[in-house]
């Protein structure tokens, strides 16, 4: 698991390399391939090191109510019927993590207006299990030995 989490840490990177443009939706769904959505996903890992990094934001796009019910620390809260009005709160210059539910809907709103985004592919459950017990403390050494 350690090596697992070291060799995502140290690929990171990566995943920030790509050119944000405003295009429009017939444009978008032209272009749209195995590769295009492939990049529209992100997992846990990459996107706790980009949190972690201050690289992204995660927006949750869940009701009001489900979001106070429970969310993942350092989240945002902006439901998915709101996004087309509120992506102005959204920084351009980080990638923009959209998760739970409907998010390659999401997604498709915020690459159509020039947000770098993807979608927790793994969704908020899964992440949730995954910073438990040994995985948790894993993770944090492993992020901490590769900022070194």
Do not use: D, Q, R, S
């Given at each position: 698991m350690k090596n697992i989490i070291v060799a995502l840490v140290l690929a990171f990177g990566a995943l920030f390399a790509k050119e944000t443009?405003?295009?429009d939706?017939?444009?978008?769904?032209?272009?749209f391939d195995y590769e295009e959505r492939s990049n529209m996903k992100i997992r846990t890992v990459e996107m706790l090191v980009a949190l972690e990094e201050n690289d992204a934001v995660l927006v949750d796009i869940r009701f009001p109510d489900e979001y106070e019910a429970w969310h993942i620390k350092g989240s945002v809260n902006i439901p998915l019927n709101d996004l087309p009005k509120r992506m102005?709160?959204?920084?351009k210059e980080k990638l923009i993590?959209?998760?739970?539910?409907?998010n390659d809907r999401s997604n498709m709103v915020l690459t159509l207006n020039g947000?770098?985004?993807k979608y927790l592919s793994d969704?908020?459950?899964?992440?949730?299990d995954f910073l438990r017990g040994e995985n948790a403390k894993e993770f944090l050494e492993a992020y901490r030995q590769s900022r070194k």
């Open positions: 443009t405003t295009v939706f017939e444009t978008y769904l032209e272009h102005h709160e959204l920084p993590v959209t998760a739970c539910p409907h947000y770098n985004a969704g908020l459950l899964k992440t949730a």
